[in-house]
């Protein structure tokens, strides 16, 4: 156990339910009292020496509370409270805690602490109205967290918002010693500085801002407080009423005629989705020989899937999911056809004075050319690579095509992209470009100086980087 000094300022105010007013000077009072005049006339000798401090302690450890009295007198009165609540008067017990004990030296004792002893006591000396303030700080890891809103604790309950509340605050804190740091995650992902900006989220320690209020901000809050000797985290559950929002379709299929094909829409509804609607072209749909409508649930969005069957020419349109629910609606279109859809980049690496890139491309029809399209980031237009396919493989089972394509580019910054063409023809649309560094002689030079080692180094994290910044471009 150790002690700390603590300045007498920062805790002599008396606490609320106190039954006396007490003087919170070092030295008693000079001033001569008719209460304290038992010797005949002259000022009580009384004195209380313990000054206001801090007391650290373990969990588990016994600890003493001093409240040393010099010259106590015969109507002197020892006073012991926990924050507001009476303690102990003179040998009276009034805690019903078999812990917490009075000794001889008028020291509060007590037993295998607990993180719920951590409070402030007081011990005062009557009728010299004198107290002294003792902290007692117990080591332990965080506990009893809560995450407020206003004024209520929403720690692992649900909050219900309205998109119209432009603004809303959460408030985290845990109680525990030393202090705990606390951190924030949003639906599983810790809010670092670029994803809270990318969510329109704002965070300030241990509080988590949002000042224009979306559908997309529904979702798990949690708060984790953390010191050097444990964490605990909670959640709250944001539910935004707002209308329906799409968060994730595809707006081009491929299938081929006969086959059995899927149409899927994720979407987030808050009040629940009162109509789910899907159509084709514009012919509302329904569950029949031909249409299957099925509504699930899938990770954490709400689900609609139309599956077509046998697929015939006439069902080579637009297809649109619609969700309605008390606050309005949303819709997203997916085309379904023959061509192929398009050219994603799933890997790539510099070798050899060559880019070397691997595309896949989902057709049900044979592939027969894969053509890219490069240009200068600042170029006016793409310029067409010949189209060949050099390694070509089929995914079993499924339709999707994996194909190697090689490349000799002039050092600089390059846009590429890609389409492919089957049976029935080229790609419904192009791949979104993506932005390549060709090295230049010297940096290959410096790459053979410091070893092969470096340079598999190199190309390895120009890899990730491509991949990185294809990720990337299809996010935004």
């Known amino acids: 156990m150790k002690t700390s000094p603590h300045p007498a300022s920062s805790i002599s105010k008396e606490r609320p339910g106190d039954d006396y007013d007490y003087d919170d000077e070092d030295?008693?009072?000079?001033?001569?009292?008719?209460?304290?005049?038992?010797?005949?006339?002259?000022?009580?000798?009384?004195?209380?020496?313990?000054?206001?401090?801090?007391?650290?302690?373990?969990?588990?450890?016994?600890?003493?509370?001093?409240?040393?009295?010099?010259?106590?007198?015969?109507?002197?009165?020892?006073?012991?409270y926990n924050m507001?609540?009476?303690?102990?008067?003179?040998?009276?017990?009034?805690?019903?805690d078999p812990r917490v004990s009075?000794?001889?030296?008028?020291?509060?004792?007590?037993?295998?602490?607990?993180?719920?002893?951590?409070s402030i006591y007081k011990c005062t000396v009557l009728p010299?109205?004198?107290?002294?303030?003792?902290?007692?700080?117990?080591k332990g890891p965080p506990y009893n967290i809560r995450i407020?809103?206003?004024?209520?604790?929403?720690a692992n309950q649900e909050l219900e918002l309205q998109e119209r509340d432009r603004k809303f605050i959460l408030h985290c804190e845990a109680s525990g010693y030393p202090t705990p740091a606390v951190t924030w995650s949003f639906r599983g992902k810790h809010l670092t500085e670029?994803?809270?900006?990318?969510?329109?989220?704002?965070?300030?320690?241990?509080?988590?801002?949002?000042?224009?209020?979306?559908?997309?901000?529904?979702?798990?809050?949690?708060?984790?407080?953390?010191?050097?000797?444990?964490?605990?985290s909670a959640v709250v559950a944001v539910q935004i009423k707002s209308s329906p929002m799409i968060v994730k379709h595809v707006e081009y299929i491929n299938t081929a005629i006969g086959e059995n094909?899927?149409?899927?829409?994720?979407?987030?509804?808050?009040?629940?989705?009162?109509?789910?609607?899907?159509?084709?072209?514009?012919?509302?749909?329904?569950?029949?020989?031909?249409?299957?409508?099925v509504n699930d649930r899938h990770n954490h969005h709400e689900r609609t899937r139309l599956s077509i069957h046998d697929v015939e020419q006439k069902d080579l349109v637009d297809y649109v999911c619609k969700v309605e629910n008390a606050l309005g609606e949303s819709s997203a279109k997916s085309i379904l056809g023959l061509l192929p859809g398009g050219a994603h980049l799933v890997h790539s690496n510099f070798s050899?004075?060559?880019?070397?890139?691997?595309?896949?491309?989902?057709?049900?029809q044979p592939l027969s050319d894969l053509q890219i399209l490069y240009k200068r980031t600042e170029g006016p237009k793409y310029i067409t690579i010949e189209p060949t396919l050099s390694e070509q493989n089929k995914e079993e089972p499924g339709d999707v095509w994996s194909i190697r394509r090689s490349l000799n580019l002039p050092p600089g910054e390059w846009l590429i992209t890609a389409r492919a063409r089957n049976t029935e023809g080229w790609s419904y649309a192009e791949t979104v470009p993506f932005m390549f560094q060709i090295p230049s002689e010297v940096s290959l030079e410096s790459q053979r100086g410091t070893g092969a080692g470096a340079t598999a180094r190199s190309s390895l994290v120009m890899g990730f980087s491509l991949l990185l910044v294809s990720l990337l471009c299809r996010l935004f």
């Open 27 to 80: 030295e008693p009072s000079r001033e001569a009292r008719p209460e304290n005049d038992i010797n005949g006339g002259g000022p009580s000798r009384t004195q209380l020496l313990t000054k206001n401090h801090t007391v650290e302690a373990e969990l588990d450890a016994t600890v003493t509370l001093p409240c040393r009295i010099q010259n106590p007198e015969p109507n002197t009165i020892i006073m012991w």
């Open 84 to 96: 507001s609540s009476l303690l102990f008067m003179r040998n009276n017990s009034f805690t019903q």
């Open 102 to 118: 009075l000794e001889q030296d008028n020291a509060v004792r007590i037993q295998n602490v607990l993180a719920s002893d951590d």
């Open 128 to 138: 010299i109205k004198k107290s002294v303030f003792i902290t007692l700080k117990v």
């Open 148 to 154: 407020t809103h206003g004024n209520k604790n929403y």
């Open 194 to 232: 670029d994803y809270a900006k990318h969510s329109g989220i704002t965070v300030r320690k241990e509080f988590l801002e949002i000042h224009d209020v979306k559908g997309h901000h529904s979702g798990d809050f949690e708060c984790s407080a953390q010191n050097v000797i444990g964490t605990i």
């Open 261 to 293: 094909t899927e149409v899927v829409c994720l979407y987030r509804s808050y009040p629940e989705a009162r109509k789910i609607q899907w159509y084709r072209g514009d012919e509302l749909l329904h569950n029949s020989a031909k249409f299957t409508i």
């Open 352 to 364: 050899d004075g060559l880019l070397h890139t691997m595309w896949r491309v989902r057709s049900a």
